[in-house]
């Protein structure tokens, strides 16, 4: 991990309210990881953090959902200006249980880490992302997965309802899931009942991002791990 100010390449809007920044960064990551991104005029204290969505030679790019100050802030940037990176952070995927076929399950902003995982699982990878109603970058899915399939609540766009009606747990080796907290709950029960192993990467309010100050503390069966260090991705038996 290392602390880079980088200049940004390309800050745009995709969908309404959704924001994909690239930025210049070299050096390796894992699908999963993160960075604390932060703004160089102090206008928020806190960094926050903002998964990899996909990693180029010399770039890395986020997808995010401008929401509070500091995404807000954000997205307002421009082509050219700076920002302050800390990363890569966190566990990230472990690529080596991520064998045979897999389900990758996202919903909204949540997808924002599975596209570089698919894009390394590639065709093994079967795809499923849920929606509101706007969809956002389900194009760059499609180019690596084995299959995508698109669920929006209300029809508007691919299947109808819920992303999680859509998945047979049985079919797969192993489940990947990013998104709301009560679409990864029923993911969860769905891999264990069907006897398949099941990955959630977690989403904690994060101060430092480094293990230090215990603010994103994750409570699991094997005591007390930090979602920031130790995560964000758990596997789901661990998970209480
Ligand atoms: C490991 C990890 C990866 C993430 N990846 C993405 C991503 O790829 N795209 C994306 O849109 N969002 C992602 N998030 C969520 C994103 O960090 C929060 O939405 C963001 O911090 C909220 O900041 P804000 O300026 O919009 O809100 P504000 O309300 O201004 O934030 C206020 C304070 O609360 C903290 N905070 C508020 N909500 C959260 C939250 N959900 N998680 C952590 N801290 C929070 C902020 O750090 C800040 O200190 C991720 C969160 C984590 C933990
Ligand atoms: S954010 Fe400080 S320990 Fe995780």
Redesign the pocket.
Known sequence: MKVVISQIMENKSVSDGIFKLTAEFSGGMKPGQ?FMLKTLDNS?L?P????V?DVGVKEVT???????????KLSSMKEGEELQLFGPL?NGFDMQELKGKIAVVGGG?GI??LLYLTKQLSRNAHVYLGFKNCVYTVDEFEKYAGQVLIVTEDGSIGEKGFVTDYVDFSKYDAVVTCGPEIMMKKIITGCKEAGVKCYA?L?????CGMGVCLG?TVVTKNGNKR??KDG?VFMSEELI
């Not at 926050?48 to 998964?51: F, G, K, L, V």
């Not at 989403?203 to 101060?207: C, K, P, Q, S, V």
Request: hydrophobic fraction near 35%.
């Open positions: 993160f928020f806190l926050r953090p903002i998964s969505n986020f997808l995010y959902r401008a929401e509070g100050k500091g995404t807000s966190g902003i924002a880490p990467s989403e904690r309010r994060m101060a994103c979602a920031c964000p």
